[in-house]
Structure formats: C-alpha cells, structure tokens
Antibody, heavy 121, light 110 residues
Framework: QVQLVQSGAEVKKPGASVKVSCKAS????????ISWLRQAPGQGLEWMGW????????NYAQNFQGRVTMTTDTSTRTAYVELRSLRSDDTAVYYC??????????????WGQGTLVTVSS | QSVLTQPPSVSAAPGQKVTISCSGS????????VSWYQQLPGTAPKLLIS???KRPSGIPDRFSGSKSGTSATLGITGLQTGDEADYYC???????????FGGGTKVTVL
C-alpha cells in the first residue's frame, strides 16, 4: 500500500532553517511528483510547491520563492523540503502529498502524517 | 485570503444533505479540474473527489462533486456524525501557475 512517512517535529529559532523529509513506499517513486503544503494553527491549507519524482523539476509557489528548496533522493525514495530564514509565522504542520502533476488539475491522493515545525525564540 | 472562496461553515441534522460551494474564476475553476479533500480533526487531509466528480476507491457514493462555470460543489448525503470535518476544494490556477485551495468549510452534524 502507498505510504508517505514524514520526519519528526522540529523546534527552530527565528532565522534558522528546517529540512523535513518524506519517505515514500508502495509505488514507483519516479512516476509521481510530491507536493508540499503547510497548515498554520487553525488555518487552511497552503501549497508550497511541487517536485517531480522523475527528474527533480520543481515549481515553487510565489510566496516561497527564494526561501524554499525541494529535493528528492530516488535511491531512498525520499523527498525533502528545506525552508530558510524562518519566522514565527512559519509555525505550521507541514505535509507532503503524492501528486502526479496532471495538467489542469490537482490530485493529492496520498498524504504524509504531517510534521509540526515550531519557530520560537 | 484564499484564491477560492468557500463558506466557513455548514450544518445539518444526521441523515440530511449538505452542499459546499467553491467559487473561483476563469483562470482556475473555469478551465481546470477541481478536487475536494476531507480533513478530520487532528489528521492529514484525504482525497474525496478528483477531476470534478470522480471518487477514489473506498469513498462512499454519499459524496459527490460537480462543477459549473467558475464554481464547484461538494454534496454529502445521508450525513453522519463521522462526517464532521473540514472540507477543502482545490484546483490549478493557470495565471499563478500554482495549486490553489479554498479556505475550508467546517461541517457540523447537529
């Protein structure tokens, strides 16, 4: 069965960086992409960007351009998201989701369990 | 401020039907497929509807999706207490080149 397992909770100081991992199993990693999203406490879902599992091509949301890097390691079937220059409003649960990156649509059919990132001095 | 507009909350008695609207524009809903997600309290979202009206395996037919013009609708019939959750619509926005979401709708079973 398809599973996405994310790394554990993180506590960071303002200005620091955080890197969250998402290990995939149960499907051919290179035939799907991974989207990263986040959800601040009590708020809705915010899409951060997408990375191809095939060739590592990325598409970052404008709000995160210059501050985010998404990568994959196909040998370990793992996707990563790194967010730099953290601020208190980056405190959120970060999710990875399998995303084929289909034209004209969004299909996030499997999700990781979420990783809480807390930014506090 | 979300690109897609959803009502903050809807409610109905057990067994009744609720509908959740999702309003957008020609750059998103008007020319792209809509998907819907259910987020139970304290859990990750779950895909309910893809490509406007397709239910993934395991999703009961009490859940349905439709789209007309620049709006989409999620319907839930035979409402159950287990349906109490937040529901989100999503689509691709061709102008932003980004995946966009509604602000979410909380469904309460009275």
């Amino acid at each position: 069965q398809v599973q996405l397992v994310q790394s554990g909770a993180e506590v960071k100081k303002p200005g620091a960086s955080v890197k969250v991992s998402c290990k995939a199993s149960g499907y051919t990693f290179t035939t799907y992409g991974i989207s990263w999203l986040r959800q601040a406490p009590g708020q809705g879902l915010e899409w951060m960007g997408w990375i191809s599992g095939y060739n590592g091509n990325t598409n970052y949301a404008q709000n995160f351009q210059g501050r985010v890097t998404m990568t994959t390691d196909t040998s370990t079937r793992t996707a990563y998201v790194e967010l730099r220059s953290l601020r208190s409003d980056d405190t959120a649960v970060y999710y990875c989701a399998r995303d084929p990156g289909v034209a004209r649509g969004v299909i996030l059919d499997y999700w990781g369990q979420g990783t809480l990132v807390t930014v506090s001095s | 401020q979300s690109v897609l507009t959803q009502p903050p909350s809807v409610s109905a008695a057990p067994g009744q039907k609720v509908t959740i609207s999702c309003s957008g524009s020609s750059s998103n809903i008007g020319n792209n497929y809509v998907s819907w997600y259910q987020q139970l309290p304290g859990t990750a979202p779950k895909l309910l509807i893809s490509e406007n009206n397709k239910r993934p395996s395991g999703i009961p037919d009490r859940f349905s999706g439709s789209k007309s013009g620049t709006s989409a609708t999620l319907g839930i019939t035979g409402l159950q207490t287990g349906d109490e959750a937040d529901y989100y619509c999503a689509t691709w926005d061709s102008s932003l080149s980004a995946e966009v979401f509604g602000g979410g709708t909380k469904v309460t079973v009275l």
